[in-house]
């Protein structure tokens, strides 16, 4: 059986009857027992999942009603909560945590019929860019096992990629679908800030972070896109999308559409492989009838440090909660104060999130918050205008998801700042709100490199039509595993 195809083409099949989602499932189970040992990107698995794909046959044969994903096998990072499952957000901190409620997302792919085998891994409570600050240990690259797969939702992108489910639902703060997607040869879709429901997700950055697909195929992130958006009354930053079908047209093209070179995207820093491949799609989008011309966003090389600094406030107020009174593990009160008590349950937080609890403290303190935090929102503001101004000029802005190839295992994990500026290329999507996708495009060393394109807020329709175009002139090869 081929685990190989798309979201798209496993449901037609289901339908013409060639596949049963009973076997199809099975067999995605018996490939995490084969190869997850050397991956690590699940850190749990379904056991009734097999189960529930006899159950979607059986409705299948007896004629009723099925949800569209018709048994799909789909991977949901460790922070997405499932009723019932342990939702750990790869720390020690959660280890024993069992979801009370679904997510909206969950909700609705349930719906649909979708079967989640198992929750990935992720760096720890979403704060990392390599999947090496999970607890329970990295994730790695399927394409060289010596390499990190991105982060945070490196799960997610390794079991997309070594055919371990059809596809999975990450969360990206500042690239942590994104990156992983570019690091793994995988489709990572970053949408709109509120188009779809952060209610369920455990919070790291509530005012930037977001829910989104990790695909083979962008027909694919459309796909889920379709189930998955919209307006929801648990959370109300989401926004009303009249129901868009973000199929209908994608394949139209992009002939006279403008797009906008980041000029600070593509300079100091860059890896000459990662700057070619760009080079390259650029123009191939010139010969599908765009226009590229250069654009220079002159905030974007204030925006790592603002994004660090925003998060790291919002993630203080957020893992505030964690003090093994109200959520944590089995701790006895006895023989501490109130202070050296909370202090002590805390060292169960791993190296990274301790820094950013820390910084996240320290940087919005009294004496502090005008010298860091509200410069921060400055820039944040800044860029926002920049970005909007950019797009009364063009339709699309093009870069590098990653200036850099992925890089060995353990190779920056003792240097923060060197890590943090990895999200250079990311960040401003999120600190805008704008949706933004990294596509599978090159290769160099038998390394993944991945394009990202980005649109005004609310055009991610027009945005999933540019990467399909964009990804109908790319092949590669298939992962080596």
């Not at 499932?82 to 409620?101: D, H, Q, R, W």
């Not at 009303?240 to 002939?255: A, F, P």
Request: hydrophobic letters at 40%.
């Amino acid at each position: 059986m081929n685990l190989k195809i798309s979201a798209l083409e496993y449901i037609q099949e289901v339908k013409n009857g060639n596949i049963s989602a009973e076997d199809f499932v099975a067999k995605t189970i018996e490939q995490i027992k084969n190869i997850d040992d050397k991956l690590h990107a699940f850190l749990s698995v379904n056991d009734s999942a097999v189960d529930q794909a006899r159950e979607i046959d059986k409705k299948i044969k007896s004629g009723n009603k099925v949800g569209d994903c018709f048994g799909m096998p789909i991977s949901i990072k460790d922070n997405l909560c499932i009723k019932g499952n342990k939702t750990t957000c790869a720390s020690k901190m959660l280890e024993n945590f069992v979801a009370p409620y679904d997510a909206t997302v969950i909700t609705k792919l349930k719906q649909q019929d979708a079967i989640f085998v198992g929750n990935v891994n992720m760096d720890e409570f979403a704060m990392g860019l390599t999947t090496e600050f999970s607890a329970y240990g990295p994730s790695k690259n399927p394409w060289n096992t010596e390499y990190v797969p991105g982060g945070s939702s490196g799960g997610s992108a390794v079991s997309v990629s070594a055919f371990e489910c059809v596809a999975s639902l990450g969360s990206d703060t500042g690239g942590s679908v994104r990156n992983p997607a570019s690091f793994c040869s995988t489709v990572g879709y970053k949408p709109t800030y509120g188009l779809i429901s952060r209610f369920g997700l455990i919070s790291y950055a509530n005012s930037i972070e977001q829910i989104g697909p990790l695909t083979r195929t962008v027909k694919d992130s459309a796909f889920l896109l379709n189930l998955i958006s919209g307006i929801d009354p648990n959370d109300n930053t989401t926004i009303d999308n009249g129901d868009e079908d973000y199929l209908s047209g994608i394949d139209t093209g992009i002939e006279g559409k403008k797009i906008g070179i980041i000029k600070e995207m593509i300079g100091e820093g860059i890896d000459p492989a990662v700057l070619s491949a760009t080079k390259e799609a650029i123009s191939k989008l010139e010969k599908l009838g765009a226009v590229c011309e250069e654009v220079s966003l002159d905030m974007v090389k204030y925006s790592v440090a603002a994004y660090y600094t925003i998060t790291a406030t919002e993630a203080g107020s957020n893992l505030a909660r964690y003090d093994n009174l109200r959520y944590g593990y089995d701790f006895s009160v006895e023989g501490y104060e109130f202070n050296s008590y909370i202090s002590k349950a805390r060292r169960k937080f791993g190296p990274e999130v301790t820094r950013r609890m820390i910084l996240g403290g320290f940087v919005p303190s009294a004496g502090h918050a005008g010298k860091y935090f509200l410069k921060a929102l400055k820039v944040k503001n800044k860029l926002t205008k920049e970005v909007n101004e950019a797009f009364k000029n063009f339709d699309l802005l093009i870069a590098p998801t990653v200036p850099i190839l992925p890089f060995k295992i353990g190779e920056k994990i003792d240097d923060p700042v060197s890590l943090f500026l990895v999200d250079i290329n990311t960040v401003t999507a999120n600190l805008t709100g704008k949706p933004a996708i990294s596509i599978p495009f090159s290769h160099s060393n038998g390394l993944p490199i991945g394009i990202q394109l980005l649109a005004d807020s609310n055009q991610d329709k027009l945005l999933l039509r540019a990467a399909y175009a964009l990804e109908q002139t790319v092949t590669l090869p298939g992962v080596p595993i």
